[in-house]
């Protein structure tokens, strides 16, 4: 079940996003950690776990609602828009925590993640600068 | 007059959400609710959903919108760099002749000891199903409720007490261990007796749950010690008590097994869930065993699947609750032995159901979803299947009931 679930969410990313850039989940440029599994981004981004593979301390930034947003949790984690509100109504009410604090645009997220080595954003691949570093790409 | 009240207010506090949010950095202000009705086509007994309400669907309603309505409103406060507070009031239909006087389910503070580390204190969940955190919040879950013939095992869902949680990762695979510890008092009423039930619980909590691609695997165990109080209780034990000193053995083998004070019990769950794509599967066994023959033992199962497709969730769902004892008391004889073989009667009827059900969940806009859902519940004859109100007929005869329930489910 777990392939063909997979397969089905490919089908339906090919049919709902033909001509879009890649995602990076970026850091702070020299942030010693290098690279990101896929569960590592995804427990940052659902509030799971609260710290680097280094031990640091991470806080994750959300992009504004858009189609952005809904690809990296698509990828990231399988679920759509209205699952993540679901998700995040059921981690709210259980005192488990908030939503990443939602950035006004991607500019932002470049400009705050390259400031504060704490927190971890996702941008399209075309606004990445040098004081960030790319340690994840959403295809 | 009160409906209409309360539909105000949640109208009224939608559209002050945005506003009431921004108050503060360290305060947040967030909220629940659910506008449900049910109808069940059994006018032999009540159907409910939770345990405190003394009528529900059926007998006493044909159309009740008392089941599954609920409102929550919820405040988080940032009081330090590592301390903060969760306050949650909740207004549904409880047991004191089913007013809905809104009441603390939560108020805690939690105390982050490192990041992966909590000590939580106050009133907390009590965390004894893999729903009971967000047990109230409709709009979190895929069908209407949690299976009653799991979730109505057991009625504890805060504590006055502590909890910890440590959260670590092994192979990639993250786990989650909890114990918390706490005592609850609760009355329920119970219409067909005109009679008040006085609880009192001591409980020890312990969870591991496992999460792995999608993949939730949880395990639980609580102790409680429960004892319960209640003029018809006291009337049995004189009863008892008067035949003993008159050397009635019957009586003293019944004292000895039937107990209501310090009263061991242990519940045991294992649930699972898959929530990754489209497809959604949830399961849950849980097992209750009493120190007391004043209780059923029973075990309960539920299963849920679905499949989404855009802003449409259709699920099927399967649960079963089965009795599994305890074994026959001894009819008594002798001065005041039909009270007390009149509840032994009741003591043991069988606490025994199954439901397969179907519905469809619709995400309607951004923070509203609408759900409509239908069961058939199987109740064999015996007992009551944790309906409530029964006529005889219904208690004594196999019945199978046909249950709609639509909701509405927001959160602000």
Known sequence: MHIHARTLLSILLLLSAPAQGELAVIVHARHP??????????????????????GAQAQALDLPKGSERDRFYLHIAGRNNNQMKAYWSKIVFSGGGQ??????????????????????????????????KVVFIVP | MKRILLAVWISSS???????????????????????????NDKGADYHATLEPSTGAGRSNALDSGVD????????????????????????????????????????????ITPNLYLRGGRIVAPMFF???????????????PWGEVYLMNPITYLNGVDLGYLFK?????????????????????NSTQASLNYHFDNTLFNLAAEYAGSTLRLGYARVDMSTQADAISAYENVLNALIANNNQTAAVIKDNVTFSNVKSDFYNIAYRYDHGPWLLQAEWARRRMGTDGIADIDGFGLLGGYRIG???????????????????PLLSGPGAALVNGLNAQFQLRLERSNIGA????????????????????KPAGGNGFFINSTDDFTNNRRQVNLYSATLDFVF
Do not use: C
């Not at chain 1, 950690?33 to 680097?52: A, I, N, P």
């Not at chain 2, 993250?174 to 119970?190: F, P």
């Open chain 2, 131 to 145: 729903w009971s955190d967000s047990r109230m919040v409709g709009y979190a879950q895929t069908s209407v409720r």
């Open chain 2, 69 to 112: 309505s609920v409102l929550g409103v919820q405040a988080d406060l940032q009081l330090g760099q590592n301390l903060s507070g969760t306050a949650q009031v909740v207004s549904r239909r409880l047991s004191d002749y089913n007013s809905s006087r809104p009441y603390f389910e939560w108020a805690n503070l939690k105390y982050q």
């Open chain 2, 14 to 40: 939608l559209s002050q959400a945005a506003q009431a949010r921004e108050l503060a950095d360290w305060v947040k202000l967030s909220g629940f609710g659910t506008l449900g009705v049910v109808h069940s």
């Open chain 2, 170 to 190: 092994a192979n990639n695979v993250l786990y989650r261990v909890g114990a918390a510890t706490g005592k609850m008092s609760q009355t329920l009423y119970s």
């Open chain 2, 311 to 329: 802003d449409w969730t259709p699920y099927l769902q399967y649960a079963r609750t089965s009795h599994k004892g305890p074994p026959a008391l």
């Open chain 1, 99 to 132: 939503p990443p604090r939602e950035v006004q645009s991607q500019q932002d997220a470049v400009n705050l993640v390259g400031k504060n080595p704490n927190l971890i954003a996702y941008v399209d691949k075309s606004q990445v600068n040098s004081s960030v």
């Open chain 1, 33 to 54: 950690v290098s690279m990101l599994r896929m569960d590592q981004v995804e427990q940052l981004f659902l509030g799971k776990y609260f710290t680097f593979p280094d």
């Open chain 2, 359 to 378: 519905g469809v969940r619709w995400d309607v806009i951004d923070n509203v979803a609408l759900k409509l859902q239908f069961e058939r519940i199987d």
